[in-house]
Nanobody, 117 residues
Framework: QVQLAESGGGLVQPGGSLRLSCESS????????MGWYRQYPDQSRELVARINNLGRTDYAGSVAGRFTISRANSKNTPVYLQMNNLKPEDTAVYFC??????????WGQGTQVTVSS
């Protein structure tokens, strides 16, 4: 069972930045599509950013130009999410997962991002 662990969240003022990291217990060394999702207090979840095996990236319209998904040179830390110019509406719990069209593995605990002055 692949385990995922997100980190890097916190409390930040509007306009601030955070960098999220995703750790994985996945044993394969092949490059697989991955994505970052966020879950709001009402439990709704949306795909924020994704990157495929060739490095193609895709972003939700609300974060395009502010967030950047990138791969790390580590099997156990496969992907980052750089978040700049954060807004209060970015407040959510952020999760990572493998897959392009849908998540593949069970969700981790997520990391809380709170944007507030």
């Amino acid at each position: 069972q692949v385990q995922l662990a997100e980190s890097g969240g916190g409390l930040v003022q509007p306009g601030g930045s955070l960098r999220l990291s995703c750790e994985s217990s996945r044993s394969g060394s092949d490059i697989v599509a991955m994505g970052w999702y966020r879950q709001y207090p009402d439990q709704s979840r949306e795909l924020v950013a994704r990157i495929n095996n060739l490095g193609r990236t895709d972003y939700a319209g609300s974060v395009a130009g502010r967030f950047t998904i990138s791969r790390a040179n580590s099997k156990n830390t496969p992907v980052y999410l750089q978040m700049n110019n954060l807004k209060p509406e970015d407040t959510a719990v952020y999760f990572c997962n493998f897959g392009w069209n849908q998540p593949i593995y069970p969700w981790g605990q997520g990391t809380q991002v709170t944007v507030s002055s």
